[in-house]
């Protein structure tokens, strides 16, 4: 000892950069510090300094770690020196072996230098309650009261438990002094941490003598406590358990205290949002992950236009005020249950920080391609660019936002932010509110992609869009068996647009299932009219882009509503999928086009044959029939390997029991060499183009629209 209120700690490691930086930390927390550099030294060391605690490596030359421990552990007053062994090892051989040498505690490297001064004082008084225990059991109970600590004893045989007087207080029983019972602390265990104390306890019972886990209790007086269990079970000769003892600490203040030094050292104290240094950490770990997935990352620069006027204008209070609703909006408009990517694909994974003023960042992972980057800039530029409210005031303020993208901007951290901060700034020249990439090619694109989604959403909302309705003949009997509703978009831009100028956009809008069910129900409607009309009972084909809908309501449940909606026959309705959704379908997927079939609806494949896919990988779906591309059918005259294709889809299918349409036939000698090969079913331009409803009737007058 050098002084009753400097404690000194013996440090025992033979690399050089451990010994400084423990010597740093615990310096500053109020220690004085020796070294040794050798584990054959460290006992005399011992014997001339009288240190107050060890910390202790286990890897030395002379002796290792567990011999010094075990050699401390046999001097004069050895039994009572806190000593804290230090290692890489973190096997459990090695601390059971630590544990045997007599250590007091065992740190695995790296060491976490921001607690050590915190662990080291918190040894060194329980060395001090150590001393006090011999002193008298009232001193024993009020220094067990200060750390929170309290001791316990269990015997095996008799199940009798003896709990010192804080662990009475720990379980919200202060005041008795009875009823301890291991029942009460299972009772206790926070739900959520059950599973894993019971793992601990069965590791202890099957051969590892020593308990250390943390874990949360609920106590009588219903407080949330976070406490440390330490615990060794003594056997007799036979091994046969017969007593445990242990302690139970209260460290949920701890806890508090280490949170707070952790949100001080990685978040900002205005705003709450991870600050640089935990974007420098989060950002490498990310970069890690992209590399090693060959996945697409994005950072987006913000910064506010003219902030520093408000800061002028309405004084640093407001200022401050803006700066945290700006972060709320940022938080929410990345928020990853708002589904910033396309449905039915993974979510995008986004974080927010604060650099520094009113720059922030935002790392987006999981991309697909730079229009995910695109969408998110928007919202935030949309969230950000409406007005605050604040004392009264109301503050209209505009983003900048620069945008880079992994790999093809940057392929580490610096050269990520600053080709972002780089994008930022060319907005800023151009006059700010606005986003824009670093990589000039994808600016234009994005907008465009951006003001298509909007109007797509327009379309769907003020009605822009109609049906067209294309027959599927038995060109072999000369009968109509259905049609294909088709849907058109009449954009007061551009006029009709067909499904390919489209339907990419509604799937990156996020509209495609919205877009399902207005085809859906306007086909099912068509339908009914038609019956009205006693028109016949004409099956309607509706081509489905998923087999969940929005919100994860399933396709099932879409159907049926839409069913009961409109008081359809479920046997007059067809549903087409493209193989590529089919082969994506999972287990749950393949049950919703079961109970659809059992419905007496009819499934399809659409443009089969364009894929990869063969009608064997499909044999596990509960299909109808089988529509040959367009694409197979166009070659059919001219290439042999089109024409073989057709020919064995054609011949597999009916092996099947499917049936099978050619779509897209055009050519008399395209039909005639179908009928030769088998297919009679056909649909496309040689026969009638889509039409509108109106047409359709026109072109079947002849005969009613019933199956032939």
Known sequence: MLGTNVPLVLVVDDDVTVRLIAREVLERSGCAVAEVDRGDGAVDAVLNLGPDMVLLDVMMPGMDGF????????????????VVMMTGLNDNDSVRKAYEA?????????IHWVNLGHQVHYILRAKKTYEKLRVSEARLAQAQHIAGIGSWELYTASGEMHWSEEVYRIFGMDGERSGACSGIFRECLHPRDRSQVAAALRRVMSGNDFLSMDC??????DETLDVHVEGQIRRDPSGRPVQVVGYVQDVTQRRRDEEKIRRLAYFDSLTGLPNRVHFTDHCEQALERARRMKRMLALLFVDLDRFKRVNDNFGHSVGDELLQQVAVRLSSSVRTSDQVTRETEEGTEAQVSRLAGDEFLVLLENLRDYYDAAKVAARIHAALSAPYVIDVHEIRITPCIGISLYPLDGLDRKDMIRHADMAMYQVKASGGNNFRFYSDEFNSAAVEHIDMENRMRSALAHDELSLRFQPVLDVEHGSLLCVEALVRWDSPEQGVLLPVDFLPFA????????????????ACRQHMLWREQGKGRL??????????????????????????????????????????????SGADEVDVLWRLRDKGIRLSVDDFGAG?????????????SIKIDRSVIKKLLDDADSRSLACAIIAMSRALGLETVAAGVEQEEQRELLLRNGCGNMQGYLFSPPMTASELERYARAGSLVRG
């Open 67 to 82: 011999q010094v421990c075990a050699a401390l552990r046999e001097l004069a007053g050895g039994e009572s020196l806190p």
């Open 102 to 110: 007599g250590a007091t505690q065992f740190i695995s490297k790296p």
């Open 216 to 221: 949360r209790i609920v106590n009588r007086k």
């Open 507 to 522: 799937e990156k809008a996020g509209v495609s299932r919205e877009l399902d069910e207005w085809v859906l129900r306007s």
């Open 539 to 584: 099956r309607i084909s509706v081509n489905i882009s998923g087999l969940q809908s929005r919100k994860g309501e399933s396709l099932l449940s879409l159907t049926e509503r839409v069913l009961a909606d409109t008081g359809m026959d479920p046997a007059c309705l067809g549903l087409e999928f493209s193989e590529n959704i089919l082969l994506k």
């Open 612 to 624: 990869q896919s063969s009608l064997h990988q499909l044999k596990r779906f509960p299909i109808d």
